[in-house]
T-cell receptor, first 114, second 111 residues
Framework: NAGVTQTPKFQVLKTGQSMTLQCAQD?????MYWYRQDPGMGLRLIYY???????DKGEVPNGYNVSRLNKREFSLRLESAAPSQTSVYFC?????????????FGSGTRLTVV | AQRVTQPEKLLSVFKGAPVELKCNYS??????LFWYVQYSRQRLQLLLR??SRESIKGFTADLNKGETSFHLKKPFAQEEDSAMYYC?????????????FGTGTRLTIIP
């Protein structure tokens, strides 16, 4: 009954380092999303994948790349981390079959870039 | 462009008092509206969908298309209601499930 699993939970990076945030869901959902959560800014969509094999930019895609590896997994990559990318990152999934019952969220990754 | 506005960043209410968390939206059409909640050290989770017209944990929310609002209400606040609340909007119809979130309201219930 895992739902959406994100790894790691915490990470500290130096400016310019790269890393990949992993996300996997076991609910056979078609659609997956990456959001960042910043104080006073709410949740902002970085990238999403409406279905396996497709990805699209969201509101704040600059500095990020994504890969929809298969139906279960959707990873977010920071190629060259910047302090402005310090945030809490949430992965989410939804059925994506036209019947929207809401998102299932992961527990989040708290990333600090120094 | 669609937008969700939650005018209150912080809201403190005494236990037993009524609660109202405001949400206004801008969208040219008939969107679907949601409330999500994040309790301390827990994941974001769906609280309400306007389509369902349901009451969850004593909370209700009515979509007012004339005022483009979807305020969340509860008649008697409980301490366990302390949390971060986000209003969210989804364009209508199939094929687009991207949610636009508001900036959130942190609700604190004073014992």
């Amino acid at each position: 009954n895992a739902g959406v699993t994100q790894t790691p939970k915490f990470q500290v990076l130096k400016t310019g380092q790269s890393m990949t945030l992993q996300c996997a869901q076991d609910m056979n959902h078609n659609s997956m999303y990456w959001y960042r959560q910043d104080p006073g800014m709410g949740l902002r969509l970085i990238y999403y994948s409406a279905s396996e094999g497709t990805t699209d930019k969201g509101e704040v895609p600059n500095g990020y790349n994504v890969s929809r590896l298969n139906k279960r997994e959707f990873s977010l990559r920071l190629e060259s981390a910047a302090p402005s990318q310090t945030s809490v990152y949430f992965c989410a999934s939804s059925q994506g079959d036209g019947h929207h019952y809401g998102y299932t969220f992961g527990s989040g990754t708290r990333l600090t870039v120094v | 462009a669609q937008r969700v506005t939650q005018p209150e960043k912080l809201l403190s209410v005494f236990k037993g008092a009524p609660v109202e968390l405001k949400c206004n939206y801008s969208y040219s059409g008939s969107p679907e509206l949601f409330w999500y909640v994040q309790y301390s050290r827990q994941r974001l989770q769906l609280l309400l969908r306007h389509i369902s017209r349901e009451s969850i944990k004593g909370f209700t929310a009515d979509l007012n298309k004339g005022e483009t609002s979807f305020h969340l209400k509860k008649p008697f606040a409980q301490e366990e209601d302390s949390a971060m609340y986000y209003c969210a909007l989804k364009p209508p119809g199939f094929g687009n499930e991207k949610l636009t979130f508001g900036t959130g309201t942190r609700l604190t219930i004073i014992p």
